[in-house]
């Protein structure tokens, strides 16, 4: 009785939920009393600051030091802003202007916001190396596509963010930059060898655990030179072999959302959970999409039944709750700098972060910045992956209208785009100035398509490519952001209203 009781109290410790609602549920609230570690908090959980001040007080309330997570990347990933949009662009326009004083300063920035809330556990930065420009979930997570710009930003944000006491996590382990697959829905494959990880995919980790990062987020990756059969969040020859021995971390190792098909589909949600544990993780994320109790309840008792039937000894579990509490106490009684009070004058961090990622080629002299009358402007949007937010607001338009009273917008997805929405795109310009917003459209043929279309009637069009930079000859103006977060649209539609200088 006494052991199945320990076994309970250790699998509980390293399950960290999700779960619906703006107040903590009961089954929340009994578990953490109980002795459960930490939840992982949603957009579904976020109204207000002060809501969200209110939620992690209630949790408090149950253990003081719980864990309270969040995935707040800042920029297209953002639970804290989902609703009205980030007010910091994401990391790859902080690549793009490559000052580590600034990507450090809106890290602590952030931190600052989170710890206010009463989070204190942020699943950022992404550390992934963004090598293949298809690739469908990182993208504008990375700070770009070269391993040492992406290791000093990953050093730089982790610096920032853990200087306001709050835990960083480096993500995705051993690296999900150079995939063509998105994990939420199936198994990424990553064929370099492990000579080039260690040159390319590695370094920002090795980076992130000498900057001291509190916790590594594995990736749901078939890395075929370290485990021919595993995904890298069930291989112990990554986690164990690779993260904590080779490299040295000596943090808790979490797993990206556990009921990601990549992982849950062969082995269910507690399968998947156990063989985590069982090759080295400390740390179950789980209830994104399967916020219910009896999900958080699956996953502890098939950690139990695997201790019991002997695949997961028990000092593995013990070690792996061991280390989920030390960085529980670490957060608990964190000690951070105090924020920095603005001074007279000043714009804000993100505003001003998101003003210096733009880049503006001009093919045309015959375009006038800034526009002369309100545009009409046609946004072509792209289906998003599951780790950003649907709802989550982006575009030129609405910031433009704002500064450029009878501006008009046209959104088109891919089964909207047909030619006649383009051509009623194009009467609605008529007379007036023509704006093009994209997203990626160098991975979207039905975005080069519309494009394509757009501009053979209207060369004289300006072009804002809030994705990856694609071709900058685009356009009489082409305007890259590299950004899709509110505040990278503010910063575009500044330049096309004459609020800054070009």
Not at 222 to 227: G, H, K
Request: charged share 20%.
């Amino acid at each position: 009785m006494k052991r199945g009781q320990e076994l309970l109290r250790l699998a509980e410790t390293v399950v960290l939920p999700g779960f619906v609602g703006k107040t903590p549920p009961d089954w929340i609230r009994r578990r953490l009393a109980d002795g459960m570690s930490g939840v992982v908090l949603f957009s579904r959980n976020i109204a207000t600051p002060s809501q969200v001040a209110d939620l992690t007080a209630a949790l408090r309330a149950e253990n003081p030091q719980v864990l309270v997570g969040i995935d707040e990347e800042s920029g297209e990933v953002t639970r804290l802003e989902a609703a009205a949009g980030s007010t910091r662009p994401g990391s790859f326009a902080l690549g793009v202007v490559d000052d580590l004083e600034l990507t450090e300063e809106l890290a602590r920035d952030l931190g600052h916001d989170l710890a206010l809330a009463g989070i204190n556990l942020n699943f950022a930065p992404s550390a992934d190396v963004n090598s293949n420009p298809d690739n469908p979930v990182i993208g504008l997570r990375a700070f770009g596509a070269d391993a040492d710009l992406v290791s000093r930003h990953t050093a730089a944000w982790i610096r920032g963010l853990q200087s306001a006491g709050v835990a960083a996590c480096a993500k995705h382990f051993p690296g999900h930059g150079d995939t063509s697959v998105d994990s939420h829905h199936g198994v990424p494959l990553v064929a370099a060898t492990i000579e080039e990880l260690h040159e390319v995919a590695l370094r920002p980790f090795r980076a992130a655990i000498a900057e001291g990062v509190r916790m590594v987020m594995t990736g749901h990756l078939l890395v075929s030179a370290l485990d021919a059969e595993m995904p890298a969040t069930l291989s112990r020859p990554v986690l164990h072999d690779l993260l904590r021995v080779e490299l040295g971390f000596e943090g808790v190792i979490v797993t990206d959302g556990i009921e990601m098909a990549a992982v849950s589909g062969p082995y269910g949600i507690g399968g998947a959970s156990a063989r985590a544990i069982a090759a080295g993780a400390d740390a179950i994320c789980v209830g994104g999409e399967h916020a219910e109790e009896h999900t958080a309840i699956e996953v502890r008792d098939a950690l139990v039944d695997a201790v019991i039937e002997g695949w997961l000894p028990e000092e593995r579990l013990a070690d792996a709750a061991q280390r989920v509490c030390e960085l529980a106490l670490w957060s608990a009684s964190a000690v951070h700098r105090p924020p920095v009070p603005a001074r007279p004058g000043d714009v804000a961090i993100g505003l001003t972060a998101a003003r210096r990622a733009l880049r503006i080629t001009r093919r045309s002299a015959d375009v006038v910045l800034p526009l002369l009358a309100p545009p009409h402007v046609v946004e072509l949007a792209p289906e998003m992956n599951l780790a950003i937010e649907k709802s989550t607001p982006w575009g030129v338009g609405e910031p433009l209208g704002k500064l450029l009273p009878g501006t008009t917008v046209t959104r088109l997805g891919a089964s909207a785009a047909t030619g006649s929405a383009i051509e009623a795109a194009l009467a609605a310009a008529a007379d007036r100035p023509l704006v093009i917003v994209v997203r990626d459209a160098h991975r979207h043929p039905w975005q080069t398509s519309a494009l394509s279309h757009l501009l053979a009637a209207r060369p004289d069009a300006i072009v804002v490519e809030m994705g990856l930079p694609g071709r900058s000859d685009l356009g009489a103006v082409h305007i890259a952001t590299h950004g899709a977060s509110r505040v990278c649209g503010q910063a575009a539609a500044e330049i096309l209203a004459g609020d800054t200088q070009p």
